[in-house]
């Protein structure tokens, strides 16, 4: 497989961490203990999880419907819409960087179509989806949230040019007799999390919800709002859509998809409602005294024990990952039925 | 019958805590009062803490943690009786809608006077839970609570803990309450004290440190802090942002990948783990013996990770741009 090579390692590595562009192999004794094979091992991935292969040059792109296309890494996504007076793309994560340019020529010389980026959508402002919004330069027209801009503008990334148009709930982007609705719903993996709605495509993009076939990365894919990215499937789901794409991992996701995902999450909640009646806080209490922190620990962790061992139980072979995750965001979500939701909270007699 | 905890392997031992970390005892009923200053008080059961205000016209309550619960009353009462004050609280300010803080304020019933940031309110709302009734009174950035001849500034200066944690200045009392982001001797629980806006949690000190104080009303643990435990929870934050950019330069992915194969976040983990641990490592042994539970390492870790992913995903570049 091509992706065992070193080269490609380090592109998709390079989603996760801002490594030296030649990264050294001697990284200390951490990098030696993976070195030594003694990492731990995960159930295998479901093929279901996987996508297409992506080519030599690390990049698959696909037709999600008509003129509408997708391009991934087999980790991140980005998605374009070629027009009679240009092309409009959506996200710009930094992984697939300038592999997103030549995408677009594939697809653009096969259909006797402009290659020229006019406009480019930001789904949200995070860096891992918009660091390669500069390769663009200056002359395309960057659509965003009112939060997106805010928050760019706080961070000041020139990878991240600020939006030139902006809106507050909704937005109709209208380019060469094409037709994408944008929305805000609220909060959920940020503050400023755009759902993307392609009504002539029946598409929906909405980044960093549903990973279809995939758990959500670390501590419930570090959603800011919890209880809104619990309820954000629900507002998916209301729009008309065959075609989901989420902005991560290798495939589009299907309704189908998105069921699944609200049913895990369904499922850990159950679990943390459980955990917090269930598990005894005695015990730990008794043990520490003064030490209240490590009491809070030692039974947070037997909550997050006890909520999460039927969850992946059920999970392993259908969702990728099931084993390696589930616990963090076990862990997050009972955080926020806890201090959100009062569930489980004792009032002092 | 049977829980995970009964049945569980022994709980590890961890590093006595710092005397400094302590407050006073706790009396029979498991609550401690105490002045702040003149008519200030606070309360605690050794990890909750509220306050109170008592004025010409009754008491406000700042703060109504469950854990406290019907201590409230009894450390006003007591308070009142020795002071020959009004014991009724007529007054409650919330400083954000979580529950642990707030789920003790329908024990003071329905004609008490709720106070709160508009997204106190909202969030309440959404959340629905009858023992934190909304606020009726709600401003955006400031308010300024006049009673019975006393004055509290409150304040929002944006999301950090929650998307509506406030400031509540007593500038009468040389006194800021500012909850769940300085735990006064000890360190952050898990993910930055489970703070939302890791950005906004990371500014919030210096925002606390602009006004004029000398006492701190943290929300946490037994006793109040000063501005020095705020420069030192400063000092291990910056230490940890210092060390994941470090870290985050200098493990090498690769092999983690190679070992997770299709197995993507396996692979993540695997990496993400090893930066985790390299840069909370020093700070871990730097605050053993300074910050109470420091020792605790998935306090320190994963508050490392939480540092370490918002240096990527908010401040950004999150890696190389793909050639």
């Known amino acids: 497989m091509a992706s065992t090579n070193r080269r490609s390692f380090l592109a998709r590595s390079a989603a996760l961490a801002a490594v030296p562009a030649v990264a050294t192999l001697a990284g200390g004794a951490l990098a030696d203990r993976a070195a030594a094979g003694t990492l731990p091992d995960y ?41 009679r007076e240009g092309v409009v793309l959506f996200d710009a994560p930094p992984t697939i960087g300038h592999n ?12 006797g179509v402009s290659n020229q980026v006019t406009h480019i959508v ?15 330069g200056k002359d395309v027209t960057r659509i965003g949230q009112t939060e997106t801009r805010r928050l760019l503008a706080s961070e000041k990334d020139p990878t991240r040019p600020l939006p030139d148009v902006t809106y507050d709930t909704s937005y109709t982007l209208r380019v060469g007799g094409e037709r994408v609705d944008l929305a805000w719903h609220g909060t959920n993996h940020t503050p400023d999390n755009t759902y993307i709605h392609f009504p002539g495509h029946d598409t929906l993009m909405l980044v960093d919800v549903l990973l279809p076939g995939w758990v959500p990365f670390d501590s419930f894919n570090l959603n800011e709002d ?19 794409i989420g902005g991560h991992m290798g495939r589009l996701g299907t309704r189908h998809d998105m069921a699944v995902y609200q049913q895990y999450i369904a499922d850990i909640i159950v679990g943390v409602k459980l955990a917090l009646v269930n598990v005894d806080p005695t015990p730990f209490f008794a043990k520490y005294g003064d030490n209240a922190w490590a009491a809070v620990k030692e039974y947070q962790a037997a909550q997050v024990a006890y909520a999460s061992a039927p969850v992946i139980k059920k999970y392993l072979g259908v969702l990728a990952a099931a084993d390696v995750y589930t616990a963090s965001t076990a862990f997050v979500i009972l955080e926020s039925i806890r201090l959100d939701l009062g569930v489980g909270s004792q009032v002092h007699a | 019958m049977t829980s995970p905890a009964d049945s569980a392997p022994a709980v590890p031992d961890y590093a006595p805590i710092p005397r400094t970390a302590l407050g006073p005892a706790l009396n029979d009923q498991g609550y401690f009062v105490g002045r702040v200053e003149r008519n200030l008080y606070y309360v605690t059961d050794g990890v909750y803490q509220a306050a109170f205000l008592t004025t010409a016209d009754g008491v406000i309550m700042f703060d109504a943690p469950p854990s406290i619960g019907g201590n409230l009353q009894r450390a006003v009462d007591e308070i009142a ?30 004609d008490v006077i709720r106070i709160g940031h508009e997204d106190t309110r909202r969030l309440l709302q959404r959340d629905g839970d009858p023992s934190r009734p909304l606020p009726e009174v709600t401003f955006t950035d400031r308010y300024t609570l006049a ?3 006393e004055r509290v500034e409150l304040a929002w200066h944006g999301p950090n803990h929650t998307p509506d944690n406030i400031y509540i200045h007593f500038p009468d009392h040389d006194t800021l309450m500012f909850i769940d982001v300085v735990n006064a001797g000890w360190v952050p629980i898990y993910n930055l004290n489970l703070s939302e806006d890791v950005i906004g949690y990371m500014g919030a000190p210096a925002i606390a440190l602009d006004y004029p104080w000398t006492h701190l009303i943290s929300g946490h643990l037994g006793r109040l802090a000063t501005r020095d435990d705020v420069a030192v929870h400063q000092q291990y934050i910056a230490d940890i942002e210092a060390s994941s950019r470090e870290a985050l330069a200098s493990v090498d992915p690769v092999p983690y990948y190679v070992a997770g194969g299709a197995n993507f976040w396996a692979g993540v983990k695997g990496h993400l783990d090893a930066v985790t641990e390299r840069a909370a490592a020093p700070v871990i042994a730097k605050y053993t013996g300074v910050l109470a539970a420091a020792d605790i390492e998935a306090f320190t870790m994963t508050t490392t990770f939480q540092i370490m992913q918002s240096l990527r995903l908010d401040r950004g570049p999150s890696g190389p741009v793909h050639p």
């Open chain 1, 100 to 111: 997103l340019q030549r995408a677009i020529d594939q697809v653009a010389s096969a259909n």
């Open chain 1, 122 to 136: 930001y789904s949200h402002h995070h860096a891992d989806h918009l660091g390669a919004s500069s390769l663009f």
């Open chain 1, 226 to 244: 919890v209880p809104g990215s619990i309820a954000a499937p629900d507002t998916a789901l209301a729009y008309p859509w065959k075609h989901f």
């Open chain 2, 81 to 110: 009786a020795a002071n020959g004050v009004s014991n009724t609280v007529t007054h409650l300010v919330y400083s954000h809608h979580h529950a642990d803080h707030g789920s003790a304020s329908s024990l003071f019933g329905g």
């Open chain 2, 147 to 149: 009673v019975g001849g």
């Open chain 1, 43 to 83: 159930a295998p991935v479901p093929p279901s999880a996987l996508g297409p292969a992506v080519n030599a040059q690390g990049f698959y792109v696909g037709q999600v419907e008509k003129n509408l296309y997708w391009v991934t890494d087999a980790t991140y996504q980005a998605a374009f819409l070629t027009t």
